[in-house]
């Protein structure tokens, strides 16, 4: 007879047979259990049945799919799907029956095989003919366990050429016991090379890297005076699945000592409370000194930091916590000021409902500081926050510090000065005290009242104090909204002298400052201001200057008006205008008057289309700037217009500069008639520079013509109109034609130079012209300097040609490139030298080999050389020199060799998964160089 629990694990199974859903979490039927296996979650995404059943005292839940697919289940971020899944709850295990895929999220591997085993609360897995797979290998494994940060194997069979879809694989391995750190590397032990899947070589110990390539192991060996032999190995590791390193060699056949050992890590929660840790240390062989002597001991480097949170009671949040430790001494000469120094920085902030608090610690350790420290010791400080404190319109906002600090000495203290003792930084203790108190309301109506003292004191531990005090207050008087009146006193007092020169207070030391500001806006349009302050710790003779100000925006005016004028001196301190009458802005319809109604004011501008604009300005120490009047007529298309403008130097007084501008486009739509055109001209006049001597006159302009918005025709000059007798050239004149600019093919065509308007023409003229286009997979550009006869200029001539490249002929051949031709002239005509010059730089072409979908080889080319001619004989001829490539590419293994004519050296190197390569050989004018093997044994060591 069935027990209890069994005919009911039955019923409920029929019962979910017979309606054949699909199950979440949120139907588990109150199973909660399901969901908090250990410290992992379980959740159902698909099943088709499930049963409960008790089992010699054991509860298992049995999870079973159907015609809608497997069963399938997330285990935190981890996938898992197989046929049929049973969950003890008891012992927190799940058994994927059958076959099974177990895809992990953290190291992004598929676990495929019969009988799975999960242990959810060790967060292990075990299985028999486990096949496991990731982005970069495969592994095949007759019992694996996986643990958290390891993966273990027995009799296992793994390659990196899985991927590549070739039967059989070009090469594998197959080992005894293999051990997998994902992310980090493969330890394969007792293992058996094979090609083709035949065994042609054994190894004890095979490591296979899988981490990214700056964590790839590098070994550098290399030859030279004074060091000898010297060899640098960078080796990584691992420390469970948050800690990631390299243990740094180094190794120097003359220094002493030889060998110098360090390490650089990075680890991710190592410990309760941190959340990240760097490291960073080098202890090196110092290396000889500048005159050639062998030093003896070592140069360290340390660069160590950690952050991370403590939770605190009652806190609004956790505990943030950062400390930093940094000294070098690698690269430092015995005399820098910084060798052997380690500094220190270390801080903490937390923050509860009532205040906030920081404990900051900046320190040095090592040899005395002998320079200034600009940046001050903290040993330590505390600083302390407290919340803003409101009661209605009053508030107050406090914050206390105290500290011992070591700065560098405040050359106005005396006291400082001697207590440093000639030393160029001072220690002593400092209390700080900082709060800012404000009040504020409403006395009467439309009227505002502010109160404010904001105070700063610093007390220091030599008896020093400094005091930073600004007290004041503001009352504000509207009247009829827009006018208004304030009045404003402050008193501000700085008294003491610090010995640090970090905190040092500058200004003056008492000043009361008394202001009244009126704004008032007497008529529509129109605002009237002015401000008037007067201190009443200055003489009179020192008083700020009182500002006067009126806007008028009326049509047809617009003018701004700012004048300040001293009182006591009498004096005008400055002064400026600028006014615009008109414009089409500025133009209104008549608005109808009702019988009997007054006519109201209105000024028309009899020119809706003309603005005259003006502005000028003085200053007491600059005196009067230049006056400038413009006129602006603009059609009914506000893109057409037309301005003339005149500029006055009252000092001298003559006129500095003239000038007109001008735009326009059709009137009729861009497409019938799409034409828009601008243009510029600037006169300047000749202007005194002082000892009789003047500016020279110039003339400068340009004009452009545009047609659809993509060709434009333009001209530009730039001339001196009373150029210096001995001068050959008056300035530069070009025209040009060509497209817009910003267009996927443009090109331009220009002619021009320097221009000599005594002798009526070009100097030396030239024809530039550039075309640049560009498609999908194809870009060309070129550009060409024609120099053409001038007055000073007698041939035709080419002298700069550029042609640039990037063309891809369907998937197979590329081609890029760069050619640069110059020619240049030494000595006079007509017996003046050509020196002609070809670049490339370089001259790229790529084939791809193979008739798959991706090739399996790849011929490069590549030229980068110069050629010289002068007077049309070659100058070092040398022939032609490319580097020549062919690659190999076997998906997980390429075979690379390289020809570089230029250096006569032929190289052969191997890349597999994980790692940037190893050089085979390499063979040039210093013979056979074997960079893999060490010592003796190499021939290009010997």
Same mark, same amino acid.
């Given at each position: 007879m069935p027990s209890k629990a069994g005919r009911r694990g039955a019923s409920l199974g029929r019962l979910l047979r017979r309606r054949g859903t699909l199950l979440s979490l949120t139907a588990l039927l109150s199973l909660a259990a399901l969901g908090e296996a250990g410290a992992r979650t379980v959740r159902i995404v698909q099943a088709q049945t499930l049963e409960l059943r008790r089992l010699d005292d054991q509860e298992i839940v049995i999870i079973s799919?159907?015609?809608?697919?497997? +069963?399938?289940?997330?285990? =935190?971020?981890?996938?898992?799907?197989?046929?049929?899944?049973?969950?003890?709850?008891?012992?927190?295990?799940?058994?994927?029956?059958?076959?099974?895929?177990?895809?992990?999220?953290?190291?992004?591997?598929?676990?495929?095989?019969?009988?799975?085993?999960? =242990?959810?609360?060790?967060?292990?897995?075990?299985?028999?003919?486990?096949?496991?797979?990731?982005?970069?290998?495969?592994?095949?494994?007759?019992? +694996?366990?996986?643990?958290?940060?390891?993966?273990?194997?027995?009799?296992?069979?793994?390659?990196?050429?899985?991927?590549?879809?070739?039967?059989?694989?070009?090469?594998?391995?197959?080992?005894?016991?293999?051990?997998?750190?994902?992310?980090?590397?493969?330890?394969?032990?007792?293992?058996?090379?094979?090609?083709?899947?035949?065994?042609?070589?054994?190894?004890?110990?095979?490591?296979?890297?899988?981490?990214?390539?700056?964590?790839?192991?590098?070994?550098?060996?290399?030859?030279?005076?004074?060091?000898?032999?010297?060899?640098?190995? =960078?080796?990584?590791?691992?420390?469970?699945?948050?800690?990631?390193?390299?243990?740094?060699?180094?190794?120097?056949?003359?220094?002493?000592?030889?060998i110098g050992l360090g390490v650089?890590?990075?680890?991710?929660?190592?410990?309760?409370?941190?959340?990240?840790?760097?490291?960073?240390?080098?202890?090196?062989?110092?290396?000889?000194?500048?005159?050639?002597?062998?030093?003896?001991?070592?140069?360290?480097?340390?660069?160590?930091?950690?952050?991370?949170?403590?939770?605190?009671?009652?806190?609004?949040?956790?505990?943030?916590?950062?400390?930093?430790?940094?000294?070098?001494?690698?690269?430092?000469?015995?005399?820098?000021?910084d060798r052997g120094v380690t500094a220190v920085n270390f801080t903490a902030n937390v923050e509860y409902p009532s205040f906030a608090a920081q404990f900051n610690y900046v320190d040095r350790y090592g040899p005395e500081a002998t320079t200034a420290l600009t940046t001050p010791l903290k040993q330590p400080e505390v600083i302390v926050d407290p919340k803003p404190y409101t009661a209605g319109n009053f508030s107050a906002d406090f914050r206390f510090s105290a500290g011992r600090y070591t700065g560098q000495v405040n050359p106005l203290s005396r006291r400082a000065a001697e207590e440093a003792d000639g030393k160029p930084n001072i220690t002593t203790t400092r209390l700080e005290e900082q709060h800012n108190l404000s009040y504020s309301v409403q006395p009467w109506r439309d009227a505002d009242l502010s109160l404010k003292n904001v105070f700063v004191g610093r007390y220091y531990g030599n008896g020093a104090r400094t005091v930073q005090l600004d007290a004041g207050a503001q009352l504000t008087q509207r009247f009829n909204v827009t006018n208004t009146v304030t009045a404003r006193y402050n008193y501000i007092r700085i008294e003491g002298t610090s010995p640090f020169a970090f905190d040092a207070l500058t200004g003056r030391r008492l000043s009361a400052p008394l202001s009244v500001d009126l704004y008032t806006v007497p008529v529509p349009d129109t605002t009237f201001r002015v401000s008037y302050t007067r201190d009443l710790f200055l003489p009179w003779n020192q008083q700020p200057a009182t500002t006067f100000g009126v806007t008028v925006n009326r049509a047809p005016v617009n003018l701004t008006y700012d004048l300040a004028y001293n009182f006591a001196t009498k004096e005008l301190e400055s002064t400026s205008f600028n006014v615009t009458l008109g414009g089409s802005s500025f133009y209104r319809q008549p608005t109808p008057v009702k019988p009997g109604e007054p006519v109201p004011f209105r000024a028309v501008w009899p020119a809706p289309n003309l603005t005259l604009t003006a502005s000028g300005s003085y200053t007491r120490t600059g005196g009067y700037q230049p006056f400038t009047v413009r006129a602006t007529v603009t059609g009914d298309n506000r893109a057409n217009s037309f301005s003339a403008f005149v500029t006055h130097d009252i000092k001298t007084p003559f006129l500095s500069a003239v000038g007109a501008e001008f735009s326009g486009?059709?009137?009729?739509?861009? +497409?019938?008639?799409?034409?828009?055109?601008?243009?510029?001209?600037?006169?300047?006049?000749?202007?005194?520079?002082?000892?009789?001597?003047?500016?020279?006159?110039?003339?400068?302009?340009?004009?452009?013509?545009?047609?659809?918005?993509?060709?434009?025709?333009?001209?530009?000059?730039d001339l001196t109109l009373d150029q210096d007798p001995s001068a050959k050239e008056s300035g530069t004149v070009n025209y040009s034609v060509g497209t817009v600019s910003g267009r996927a093919t443009n090109w331009q065509l220009a002619y021009g130079g320097p221009y000599d308007l005594r002798r009526g023409g070009f100097t030396r003229p030239a024809v530039t012209g550039s075309l640049n286009a560009t498609r999908p997979g194809q870009r060309l550009g070129l550009s060409a300097v024609v120099n053409t006869p001038g007055l000073d200029q007698p041939r035709t001539e080419l002298t700069r040609a550029d042609v640039s490249a990037d063309w891809q002929f369907g998937t197979r051949v590329a081609l890029a490139g760069r050619a640069v031709y110059t020619r240049t002239r030494s000595g006079t005509y007509p017996d003046d030298v050509p020196t002609d010059t070809l670049i490339f730089d370089p001259l790229q072409v790529g084939i791809a080999i193979g008739n798959g979908p991706k090739p399996g080889a790849y011929l490069t080319g590549s030229l980068r050389q110069t050629f010289t001619w002068k007077d049309g004989e070659r100058v070092n001829a040398l022939p032609l020199a490319p580097v020549i490539g062919l690659t190999i590419d076997r998906c997980c293994w390429a075979l690379q060799a390289e020809i570089d004519l230029s250096l006569r050296r032929y190289r052969l190197g191997i890349s597999l998964p994980g790692s940037a390569g190893y050089p085979l050989f390499e063979y040039g004018t210093g013979g056979l160089n074997v960079p893999l093997l060490p010592g003796v044994l190499n021939p290009g060591t010997r």
């Open positions: 799919g159907g015609e809608g697919g497997p +069963v399938e289940l997330r285990v =935190d971020d981890d996938v898992v799907r197989a046929g049929r899944v049973e969950y003890n709850r008891t012992r927190r295990t799940l058994t994927l029956l059958g076959a099974a895929t177990y895809h992990t999220a953290r190291d992004n591997q598929d676990l495929r095989g019969e009988n799975l085993v999960v =242990d959810l609360a060790g967060e292990q897995l075990t299985g028999e003919d486990v096949l496991i797979s990731d982005g970069d290998i495969e592994i095949r494994g007759q019992e +694996v366990e996986r643990i958290p940060g390891q993966l273990r194997a027995t009799g296992g069979y793994f390659t990196p050429c899985a991927k590549c879809g070739r039967t059989p694989n070009d090469y594998a391995f197959r080992a005894e016991r293999l051990i997998v750190y994902p992310g980090d590397r493969l330890v394969a032990y007792r293992a058996q090379l094979l090609l083709a899947d035949y065994p042609v070589l054994y190894l004890p110990v095979v490591v296979l890297p899988l981490n990214d390539a700056e964590r790839q192991p590098r070994l550098a060996v290399g030859r030279g005076s004074p060091d000898g032999l010297t060899v640098e190995a =960078d080796l990584p590791f691992s420390i469970g699945t948050g800690t990631l390193g390299t243990t740094l060699i180094r190794y120097y056949e003359n220094r002493t000592p030889s650089a890590l990075r680890s991710y929660m190592p410990l309760p409370f941190v959340d990240r840790v760097n490291l960073y240390t080098l202890a090196n062989p110092k290396p000889f000194a500048a005159d050639g002597s062998r030093q003896v001991g070592y140069d360290v480097d340390l660069d160590f930091s950690a952050r991370g949170r403590i939770p605190l009671t009652l806190a609004v949040r956790d505990l943030d916590y950062s400390l930093n430790v940094l000294r070098r001494d690698i690269g430092r000469t015995a005399t820098d000021p486009v059709t009137r009729t739509d861009t +497409v019938v008639n799409p034409v828009s055109f601008s243009g510029r001209e600037t006169l300047n006049l000749p202007t005194p520079l002082g000892g009789g001597s003047f500016t020279r006159t110039r003339l400068s302009g340009s004009y452009s013509l545009t047609w659809r918005g993509a060709y434009t025709l333009a001209t530009t000059h």
